[in-house]
């Protein structure tokens, strides 16, 4: 059974911290590219950041480029999310996703990922 389940959201208030872990199975972790998407209430669910296979590319959204790192363990098949600074405006559900095959431009369209997980809930309090 193919499965990414998130982990690591809670609350926190605004400049604190929270790291996420995406544990997957069922599948070759290896050969796929994880990216990171959030949604809020009332809004678009919208691409963070994706780690490619290789761990060689990673990429950002704007408006979290400079206080998110993305990272990967294959050994583990867990990908992270460390997510510093964080604002109200981060706010969210996360969710993992991992995509077949090689890493193209915009890199954070929801169509570019097969398996997705359930996601946990980050709340950033101000």
């Known amino acids: 059974e193919v499965q990414t389940v998130e982990s690591g959201g809670g609350s926190v208030q605004a400049g604190g911290s929270l790291r996420l872990s995406c544990a997957a199975s069922?599948?070759?972790?290896?050969?796929?590219?994880i990216a990171w998407f959030r949604q809020s209430p009332g809004k678009e669910r919208e691409g963070v950041a994706l780690i490619t296979k290789s761990d060689r590319f990673t990429y950002y959204a704007e408006s979290v480029k400079g206080r998110f790192t993305i990272s990967r363990d294959n050994y583990k098949s867990t990908v992270y999310l460390q997510m510093n600074n964080l604002t109200p405006d981060d706010a969210a559900v996360y969710y993992c996703?991992?995509?077949?095959?090689?890493?193209?431009?915009?890199?954070?369209?929801?169509?570019?990922?097969?398996?997705w997980g359930q996601g946990t809930q980050v709340t950033v309090s101000s």
């Open positions: 996703a991992a995509g077949w095959g090689p890493a193209r431009p915009p890199y954070l369209l929801q169509s570019q990922y097969e398996y």
């Open positions: 069922g599948f070759a972790f290896d050969d796929y590219n």
